[in-house]
C-alpha cells in the first residue's frame, strides 16, 4: 500500500510538473473555469478580487488572499515540499475542499492553482526591498508592500490576510542540488532553499491571470 501511494504521488508530480512547463513555454496550466483577475485603475499594486483572490497589476497573477490557509491544513502552519505541491494543485472552489476555509469563491478546480516560482516570487517582492517601496520592510516583516506599494505590508491597507513572516516555498528546483528547492523568506526578504523530504515551509499559492 506504502508502494501504491508513492507512486501515485510521484504520477501526480510528475503531471504538475508537466503543466507548469506547458504554463512557461505559454501553454494552459488547465481548463480555465476560475474567474478572471480583476486589475483596476486606482494605481494600486494588489487588487482584492472579492472572491478569496487578490490580483498584482504588475504581473497579472492571482494569489491566494489567505497566505496561511493551506500551511494550516495541512500541518499545523508548515508542510514539506511535496504536501506543499499537492495542495496547492488541489486548491479549488468545489465543496468539501480545503478553500471553503479560505473564503475562495472564485470558481476555480483542481489544477488552476500551484505554488510560485522563484521569479515570481522575486517579483512579489521586490518593492517592499526598495526598488519602489519602502525599504524599512526588511526591519518591519513580512517583506511584501501594502497594496499601494508605496508602504510595508504591516503599514496597511493591504487586501492580503495572514501573511508570515518565515520561509515560503517556491516550484523551483536548485539547480545544483535537485533535492533542494528555492523559497523565499519574509522575514528577510532573502532566497535560500530548503531540503524537498526533509523540511517545511509555508504554502502560498498563485494562479496564472487571464
Same mark, same amino acid.
Given at each position: 500500500?506504502? @508502494? ?5 504521488? &510521484? ?5 504538475? #510538473? *508537466?503543466?507548469?512547463?506547458a504554463?512557461?513555454?505559454?501553454? /494552459? ?10 486589475? $483596476?485603475?486606482?494605481? @494600486?499594486v /494588489? ?7 487578490v490580483?498584482d497589476?504588475?504581473t ?5 488572499? @489567505?497566505? @496561511?490557509?493551506? &500551511? ?21 472552489? *468545489?465543496p468539501? $475542499?480545503?478553500? $471553503?476555509?479560505c473564503?475562495? &469563491?472564485?470558481?476555480? #478546480? ?6 510560485? +516560482? ?19 520592510? #526588511? ?7 501594502? $497594496? ?9 491597507? +493591504? ?10 516555498w517556491? +516550484?523551483?528546483?536548485?539547480v545544483?542540488?535537485? &533535492?533542494?528547492?528555492w523559497?523565499?523568506s ?8 530548503n531540503?524537498?523530504? +526533509?523540511?517545511?515551509? /509555508? ?8
Amino acid at each position: 500500500m506504502k @508502494n501504491c501511494w508513492w507512486f501515485l504521488t &510521484s504520477v501526480f508530480l510528475f503531471l504538475i #510538473t *508537466l503543466t507548469q512547463i506547458a504554463s512557461a513555454a505559454g501553454g /494552459y496550466v488547465a481548463l480555465q473555469t476560475a474567474d478572471p483577475s480583476c486589475p $483596476d485603475d486606482s494605481g @494600486n499594486v /494588489y487588487v482584492d478580487c472579492g472572491n478569496g483572490t487578490v490580483t498584482d497589476n504588475r504581473t497579472g497573477l492571482v494569489w491566494l488572499k @489567505n497566505a @496561511n490557509c493551506l &500551511s494550516l491544513a495541512a500541518n499545523g502552519g508548515y508542510a514539506d515540499w511535496i504536501s506543499a505541491m499537492l495542495l496547492a494543485a488541489g486548491l479549488s472552489d *468545489l465543496p468539501g $475542499d480545503d478553500a $471553503d476555509d479560505c473564503g475562495l &469563491s472564485d470558481n476555480s #478546480t483542481p489544477g488552476e492553482w500551484r505554488l510560485p +516560482s522563484k521569479a515570481e516570487w522575486a517579483a512579489m517582492i521586490e518593492d517592499a526591498l526598495g526598488d519602489i517601496g519602502d525599504p524599512n520592510c #526588511t526591519i518591519t516583516p513580512p517583506t511584501i508592500t501594502n $497594496d499601494s506599494g508605496l508602504g510595508c505590508w504591516l503599514s496597511g491597507p +493591504s487586501s492580503f490576510t495572514d501573511v508570515e513572516e518565515g520561509f515560503y516555498w517556491s +516550484s523551483t528546483t536548485f539547480v545544483w542540488f535537485p &533535492s533542494g528547492i528555492w523559497g523565499v523568506s519574509l522575514e528577510s526578504g532573502t532566497f535560500g532553499n530548503n531540503h524537498k523530504d +526533509s523540511e517545511l515551509g /509555508y504554502i502560498w499559492p498563485v494562479r496564472g491571470g487571464q
